[in-house]
């Protein structure tokens, strides 16, 4: 067991370094000029003939790569990640500032992700092979097929264009009033959570109904992924002996479900939750970007139509570390629950 | 021989008893056949590129859809030949990508399991390290640093998309050498590298194949996505992507561009829900814990 977390831990900077060399190489694979653009504040800064060059001297973009890249690692090892041209701030606080927005979306959505998830695989299951099964894998996989942003302008086109009642955006005007108000205080700075701490509870409504379209499309896409993995292992269940037993002593069948198979069935789709956020994070992405919320996910996207070449390698950074990490949190905390981890 | 024909008639006879994976089936070979008739249906001008569509009008506004243009037009694109030439698009983006990374995957697998020690070791850190880039955020950065253009979107995707493919084959051959007709080959003297290509391989690729046309549907959504937000191919490639962006400049007056949302993306729903469909039979058929 020890050995096992020692291991884990003795890996986490092999990867960490593994992942600044991949963006490094990136920045490389940009070449000085298209480097030198993203220094370059106003045209002017290039007027004279040779200024091109002595700005490339000047930022040592001629250096040969390994310095340039102990240059580089040297930055980020004091959370320099460079100046971001559409936040016009540096990266990392236009990417701190964008976190919270991300992580609590992030956080609402897999509460249904995975309720309905679970609910649907074990009827699934239960009702396996039988029309029922077939129209709740045919519906899901639906889901799983639509890709978010056309799911997402269908639930925009339903629920904002025609019924008005879930805009996009993330605050009305009077709630963003109020939170730029002296008495509210900033505790998380994620709308919901705040406005439940200061005990306001119209900013909180209103927050909720700027939520609502991107849970409904998150959740959509991914209860085929949750279903599936539920409903192969409540089949595999309900094969076990201790199934038949339960049934053989008489009990009704819903006892067998309810007390027996679905709590035995749960463990493989508690394997898979820790996992199931960090794709989550990284999957807003687009979702952020349909329902104009200003989180780390439409920022990256913002970054790469707009060429913003260091606030999209940041976000990249950012987004790998959160997911290293957390993946390593999950690996750790399944080996003591699950001693069968560990020997593998 | 006889005896492989009635195995695999035994496994066609259990693939399509289940509905779901005739509905795949069906609606794959309806997109097949799509692509192969497209210069039929909709026939290129003489001398210009397939793949770029006719401009029908110079206005960039949308036009409902006509007796000319069934689907509308949108950004001066004519929607229905998009959406038939987009067919092509994807076939080439889901086959291409899954098959090539899936290629690259299948060597770094055999090579780490084969040697094992130092080299396994080294390439499976590696393949942890482009674990952890978000798939779509790598593919994203990739693609603005190549330019934009389909075949750059699918370089970007084979980069970060061959991993899964490497660890599955990885962890098969490691199970297999253990295994008794692994263990009789090596008893009989033949050669390592020849037992892998021979003996395991063959035995292992199956769940490569079914994991490849699972990925084929996502691998045409990430693609899509990319020209959704402007990385992209080129603005006026017959892709569906392409066409689904023209409608993000629309998005505050979807009652004037439904269409545009409409269909390409029923086009793509269909063909990613075909792949999926059909991956997941031919997965729950192979796969003996589901018989």
């Given at each position: 067991?020890?050995?096992?977390?020692?291991?884990?831990?003795?890996?986490?900077?092999?990867?960490?370094?593994?992942?600044?060399?991949?963006?490094?190489?990136?920045?490389?694979?940009?070449?000085?000029?298209?480097?030198?653009?993203?220094?370059?504040?106003?045209?002017?800064?290039?007027?004279?003939?040779?200024?091109?060059?002595?700005?490339?001297?000047?930022?040592?973009?001629?250096?040969?790569?390994?310095?340039?890249?102990?240059?580089?690692?040297?930055?980020?090892?004091?959370?320099?990640?460079?100046?971001?041209?559409?936040a016009k701030k540096p990266v990392q606080e236009a990417i701190a500032e964008r976190i919270p927005y991300t992580l609590e979306l992030a956080m609402w959505a897999i509460?249904?992700?995975?309720?309905?998830?679970?609910?649907?695989?074990?009827?699934?299951?239960?009702?396996?092979?039988?029309?029922?099964?077939?129209?709740?894998?045919?519906?899901?996989?639906?889901?799983?097929?639509?890709?978010?942003?056309?799911?997402?302008?269908?639930?925009?086109?339903?629920?904002?264009?025609?019924?008005?009642?879930?805009?996009?955006?993330?605050?009305?005007?009077?709630?963003?009033?109020?939170?730029?108000?002296?008495?509210?205080?900033?505790?998380?700075?994620?709308?919901?959570?705040?406005?439940?701490?200061?005990?306001?509870?119209?900013?909180?409504?209103?927050?909720?109904?700027?939520?609502?379209?991107?849970?409904?499309?998150?959740?959509?896409?991914?209860?085929?992924?949750?279903?599936?993995?539920?409903?192969?292992?409540?089949?595999?269940?309900?094969?076990?002996?201790?199934?038949?037993?339960?049934?053989?002593?008489?009990?009704?069948?819903?006892?067998?479900?309810?007390?027996?198979?679905?709590?035995?069935?749960?463990?493989?789709?508690?394997?898979?939750?820790?996992?199931?956020?960090?794709s989550l994070l990284a999957g807003v992405v687009i979702v952020e970007s349909v329902f104009n919320r200003p989180g780390l996910g439409r920022f990256t996207a913002d970054a790469a139509t707009q060429l913003d070449y260091f606030s999209i390698l940041g976000s990249a950074m950012v987004f790998?570390?959160?997911?290293?990490?957390?993946?390593?949190?999950?690996?750790?905390?399944?080996?003591?629950?699950?001693?069968?981890?560990?020997?593998? | 021989?006889?005896?492989?024909?009635?195995?695999?008639?035994?496994?066609?006879?259990?693939?399509?008893?289940?509905?779901?994976?005739?509905?795949?089936?069906?609606?794959?070979?309806?997109?097949?056949?799509?692509?192969?008739?497209?210069?039929?249906?909709?026939?290129?001008?003489?001398?210009?590129?397939?793949?770029?569509?006719?401009?029908?009008?110079?206005?960039?506004?949308?036009?409902?859809?006509?007796?000319?243009?069934?689907?509308?037009?949108?950004?001066?694109?004519?929607?229905?030949?998009?959406?038939?030439?987009?067919?092509?698009?994807?076939?080439?983006?889901?086959?291409?990508?899954?098959?090539?990374?899936?290629?690259?995957?299948?060597?770094?697998?055999?090579?780490?399991?084969?040697?094992?020690?130092?080299?396994?070791?080294?390439?499976?850190?590696?393949?942890?390290?482009?674990?952890?880039?978000?798939?779509?955020?790598?593919?994203?950065?990739?693609?603005?640093?190549?330019?934009?253009?389909?075949?750059?979107?699918?370089?970007?995707?084979?980069?970060?998309?061959?991993?899964?493919?490497?660890?599955?084959?990885?962890?098969?051959?490691?199970?297999?050498?253990?295994?008794?007709?692994?263990?009789?080959?090596?008893?009989?003297?033949?050669?390592?590298?020849?037992?892998?290509?021979?003996?395991?391989?063959?035995?292992?690729?199956?769940?490569?194949?079914?994991?490849?046309?699972?990925?084929?549907?996502?691998?045409?959504?990430?693609?899509?996505?990319?020209?959704?937000?402007?990385?992209?191919?080129?603005?006026?490639?017959?892709?569906?992507?392409?066409?689904?962006?023209?409608?993000?400049?629309?998005?505050?007056?979807?009652?004037?561009?439904?269409?545009?949302?409409?269909?390409?993306?029923?086009?793509?729903?269909?063909?990613?829900?075909?792949?999926?469909?059909?991956?997941?039979?031919?997965?729950?058929?192979?796969?003996?814990?589901?018989?």
């Amino acid at each position: 067991m020890t050995a096992y977390i020692i291991r884990r831990l003795l890996l986490l900077p092999v990867i960490l370094f593994g992942i600044t060399l991949i963006i490094f190489s990136m920045i490389w694979m940009l070449g000085p000029d298209r480097l030198l653009a993203t220094y370059v504040k106003s045209p002017e800064a290039l007027k004279s003939e040779d200024a091109a060059e002595r700005l490339i001297k000047k930022y040592g973009l001629d250096e040969p790569t390994i310095v340039q890249y102990f240059k580089w690692i040297g930055n980020i090892a004091q959370g320099d990640l460079g100046y971001s041209n559409i936040a016009k701030k540096p990266v990392q606080e236009a990417i701190a500032e964008r976190i919270p927005y991300t992580l609590e979306l992030a956080m609402w959505a897999i509460i249904p992700v995975i309720a309905g998830g679970i609910w649907l695989g074990v009827i699934s299951g239960i009702h396996h092979n039988q029309p029922l099964d077939h129209g709740i894998r045919i519906v899901s996989l639906i889901g799983w097929s639509m890709p978010d942003f056309v799911f997402g302008l269908l639930v925009l086109l339903l629920f904002y264009t025609i019924l008005g009642w879930f805009p996009p955006g993330y605050l009305s005007y009077e709630s963003e009033a109020i939170l730029r108000s002296a008495e509210w205080t900033k505790y998380t700075h994620m709308a919901t959570i705040d406005s439940i701490l200061n005990l306001n509870f119209s900013v909180f409504i209103d927050a909720f109904r700027h939520l609502i379209g991107p849970i409904l499309t998150i959740s959509y896409l991914w209860w085929a992924y949750v279903l599936r993995i539920t409903r192969s292992s409540m089949l595999e269940v309900l094969k076990k002996d201790y199934i038949r037993t339960a049934r053989a002593k008489g009990l009704s069948e819903n006892v067998v479900i309810n007390k027996h198979a679905r709590k035995n069935a749960l463990i493989p789709v508690v394997t898979v939750a820790g996992g199931m956020l960090v794709s989550l994070l990284a999957g807003v992405v687009i979702v952020e970007s349909v329902f104009n919320r200003p989180g780390l996910g439409r920022f990256t996207a913002d970054a790469a139509t707009q060429l913003d070449y260091f606030s999209i390698l940041g976000s990249a950074m950012v987004f790998s570390v959160i997911l290293v990490l957390v993946n390593l949190i999950v690996d750790i905390s399944y080996a003591f629950i699950d001693p069968r981890i560990r020997l593998s | 021989m006889s005896e492989k024909r009635t195995e695999f008639r035994r496994m066609m006879r259990r693939y399509l008893k289940s509905p779901t994976n005739v509905l795949g089936t069906v609606l794959l070979i309806f997109f097949i056949i799509i692509a192969i008739l497209a210069p039929v249906i909709c026939p290129p001008q003489a001398g210009q590129d397939p793949f770029k569509i006719p401009i029908a009008t110079w206005s960039a506004a949308p036009v409902a859809p006509s007796a000319d243009h069934p689907f509308g037009i949108i950004g001066g694109r004519d929607i229905f030949y998009g959406v038939i030439w987009g067919t092509r698009s994807a076939f080439k983006i889901g086959l291409v990508v899954s098959l090539i990374s899936a290629f690259i995957g299948v060597i770094v697998g055999s090579i780490s399991s084969y040697f094992g020690g130092w080299i396994d070791e080294i390439l499976m850190r590696i393949t942890d390290i482009f674990m952890s880039i978000p798939f779509l955020v790598a593919a994203m950065i990739m693609t603005t640093i190549l330019g934009k253009g389909l075949g750059n979107v699918m370089i970007a995707l084979i980069i970060f998309g061959w991993m899964r493919v490497a660890r599955l084959i990885r962890g098969n051959i490691l199970q297999a050498k253990s295994e008794q007709y692994v263990l009789a080959a090596k008893a009989l003297g033949i050669k390592d590298g020849k037992i892998i290509i021979k003996h395991i391989l063959p035995n292992t690729i199956f769940p490569v194949l079914v994991q490849v046309s699972m990925r084929i549907g996502s691998l045409v959504i990430t693609a899509a996505a990319l020209s959704f937000l402007g990385v992209g191919a080129e603005p006026g490639y017959a892709d569906w992507g392409t066409i689904l962006s023209y409608s993000r400049n629309w998005m505050t007056e979807l009652s004037k561009s439904w269409f545009a949302i409409l269909y390409p993306g029923t086009a793509m729903v269909l063909f990613v829900l075909a792949w999926n469909l059909v991956g997941d039979g031919l997965r729950d058929t192979f796969d003996p814990k589901m018989k």
